[in-house]
C-alpha cells in the first residue's frame, strides 16, 4: 500500500534517514522515495504507518497515497479511489503548505471536498469531528493528496522538554533529537539501548517511551540520582539509571544499540580530561558491551567530529547529518557501526 509521509522542516535529511531506518527496523527493507525534500513514499501497511508516526521524532504524519500532480491543477487520482473514501461517512480537508509554495489554502480545501462529495455519494463533510482527513501536502514541485493515517500531536513532545523535566541540567538534550537518536540506534523494536553518558536522561527517557529496555550510565551522584527522578516520571517500567563511568563501563555483552550524546564545551565537566582522550577510552570501552550487531548513533560538535573518526576507529561511519543549534553549535549526527 502506498504511504506517503510528512517530514519535519527542521532537517529533511535527517528525517529521511530516520524514517528509511526505522521502516527497516519493522521488517525487511523497503526503498523510500522522495517526491520532495519533505514528502517520502514507501510501501508500508496502515498499522505500520501509525507506528512508525508514533516512534519518528521527525515525521509529522502518514496518508494513503490517492493522488499526485505537479500541482493541485494537475491533481490526478489513482483509479478506485472513490471506494476507498466510500468506507467513510464523513471527512474533512487539511492543506499544507511546503517549502514556500504559494497556494490559497482555503480554495484547495473548498476544491478538494467538492471533488470528493461529486464523485463519492454518501459521504458528507464534517469540520468538528470527521471519520477521516483528507490531507494534502502542496510544496512547489508535486502535490499529492490522500487519506491521513496518523497524525502526530502538535504537542507531542512539550512535557517532556529539557527545561520542563523534574531535574534539569544545562546542555541537556531535548526529546526529538534523543528520540531520533535512538531510532538510528536500534537494531529491532526489541533492541536494548544504552546511553553512557546519559545525563538527565533524555535518551533513556524516549527509548523507555517507546517499548525498549534502556539503560543510563551517569558518572555524578547527584545528576545520576536527578536522572532517575526523570525516568521514573516518564517511563519507569523499561529503564534503568547505573552510576558509573562510560570509560569503563560495568556490562559484558548485553547490548546491540548505543545513543548518546557525550559532554563537551563549557557546561560540561571533563575532569581536565581532553575529549579526544574521552572519546578513546570510552570506544574502548564500549566495545566490549556490544555485540557484533551494534549501531551506534552518537551527536559530537561539527568540530570535533574527525576526532570521533579518529578516536572511534573500530567503528564505521555509516551516515552523518548537521543540526545548527545556534552560532556556536552545529551538531553532527552520526550512524556508525562494528567494524
Not at 527496523?25 to 517526491?35: H, Y
Not at 551527536?299 to 573518526?309: E, N, S
Request: aromatic fraction near 8%.
Amino acid at each position: 500500500m502506498k504511504t506517503f509521509f510528512l517530514l519535519s522542516g527542521e532537517n529533511p535529511a535527517l528525517s529521511a534517514a530516520e524514517l528509511t531506518h526505522l521502516l527497516s527496523v519493522f521488517g525487511q527493507a523497503r526503498s523510500v522515495t522522495l517526491v520532495d525534500e519533505r514528502i517520502a513514499v514507501s510501501d508500508v501497511e496502515a498499522s505500520e504507518a501509525r507506528e512508525v508516526v508514533y516512534r519518528a521524532a521527525y515525521a509529522k504524519l502518514a496518508a494513503l497515497l490517492l493522488g499526485k500532480g505537479v500541482s493541485v491543477d494537475d491533481l490526478v487520482f489513482e483509479p478506485g479511489w472513490e471506494e476507498t473514501v466510500q468506507r467513510f461517512g464523513s471527512f474533512d480537508v487539511l492543506v499544507y503548505e511546503l517549502g514556500g509554495a504559494d497556494v490559497d489554502s482555503v480554495s484547495v480545501e473548498k476544491r478538494i471536498a467538492a471533488q470528493v462529495l461529486e464523485k463519492v455519494k454518501g459521504v458528507r463533510v464534517d469540520l468538528s469531528n470527521p471519520d477521516v482527513s483528507f490531507v494534502v501536502l502542496v510544496s512547489e514541485k508535486v502535490c499529492v493528496a490522500g487519506l491521513a493515517l496518523a497524525l502526530k500531536p502538535k504537542k507531542f513532545f512539550a512535557d517532556r522538554k529539557a527545561g520542563l523535566r523534574p531535574f534539569k541540567i544545562p546542555s541537556a538534550l531535548q526529546p526529538k533529537l534523543a528520540r531520533c537518536l535512538v531510532n538510528l540506534a536500534v537494531n529491532t523494536k526489541d533492541s536494548r539501548v544504552l546511553d553512557p553518558f546519559a545525563g538527565s536522561g533524555a535518551v533513556v527517557i524516549e527509548a523507555g517511551l517507546m517499548g525498549h529496555e534502556a539503560f543510563g550510565v551517569e558518572v555524578k551522584t547527584w545528576v545520576a540520582n536527578g536522572m532517575r527522578l526523570n525516568t521514573c516520571s516518564y517511563a519507569p517500567s523499561k529503564t534503568h539509571v547505573i552510576q558509573g563511568d562510560a570509560k569503563r563501563l560495568p556490562f559484558t555483552k548485553a547490548f546491540d544499540s548505543v545513543a548518546t550524546d557525550p559532554p563537551y564545551g563549557r557546561s560540561a565537566t571533563l575532569g581536565g580530561m581532553p575529549f579526544k582522550k574521552l572519546l578513546k577510552q570510552f570506544c574502548t570501552s564500549v566495545v566490549s558491551v556490544l555485540d557484533e550487531k551494534a549501531r551506534m548513533a552518537i551527536t559530537v560538535p561539527k568540530q570535533l567530529f574527525p576526532d570521533l573518526l579518529e578516536e572511534c576507529g573500530v567503528f564505521k561511519l555509516v551516515e552523518h547529518y548537521d543540526l545548527y543549534v545556534h552560532k556556536s553549535l552545529t551538531r553532527r549526527v552520526s550512524v556508525m557501526v562494528l567494524d
